[in-house]
């Protein structure tokens, strides 16, 4: 997109604008568990949750803008990447969680805190792989519908897990 972009300018074309591809990130670092997702930068309009816990390592920040997410950072503590991306790109009205969004979704509604409750939790279009824009329902309909039973097969079915691995964890609780 922005090669495009930059070939109009050149080309002395009129479209010239780059527009930024809202894509979550996850450090793909060993050891470091760090994702980030949207914008996170400072501006009046905006409204911060942090939660620092030093000595545990976790450091988590939610941007909101009129109620709704538009930016996180999570270190440490990833776990809840995907719900958050899921809030944000439904454009979720927060305002009911907002006093214990900042802990994940474990803690919301009665939700289960099991990692694999949180995981069958997630609505189908919510995005598991990030590198390759798979979503539940793909993995889970591959799952049953083609019988997958093992990691390898999600991954030559729906290329869910198959780049950089961080979402490997997740797809494997949903072949549980």
């Given amino acids: 997109e922005m090669a495009r972009v930059a070939a109009a300018g050149l080309a ?13 990130t996850k450090l793909k670092v060993t050891g470091i568990d760090l994702y980030s997702l949207g914008d996170f930068a400072d501006g009046e309009d905006r409204e911060e ?11 988590k920040r939610v941007v909101l803008q009129d109620n709704r997410i538009i930016g996180t950072v999570l270190f440490g503590e990833t776990a809840d990447g995907a719900w958050f991306n899921d809030l944000k790109k439904k454009a979720t009205d927060i305002s009911e969680m907002r006093d214990t969004l900042i802990f994940g979704q474990a803690f919301q509604g009665g939700v289960s805190s099991d990692p694999l409750a949180a995981v069958a939790a997630l609505a189908d279009d919510a995005e598991i792989c990030g590198c390759n824009g798979v979503c ?4 889970t309909g591959a799952i049953t519908g083609k019988g997958l039973t093992g990691l390898d097969d999600v991954r030559a079915h729906t290329k869910a897990s198959a780049s950089c691995g961080s979402c490997t964890g997740l797809v494997e609780q949903l072949l549980r």
């Fill in 12 to 24: 002395d074309s009129e479209e010239r604008r780059f527009v930024h591809s809202d894509t979550p």
């Fill in 49 to 59: 949750i942090i939660l620092r816990d030093a000595s545990a390592g976790i450091y």
């Fill in 136 to 139: 539940k329902g793909k993995i």
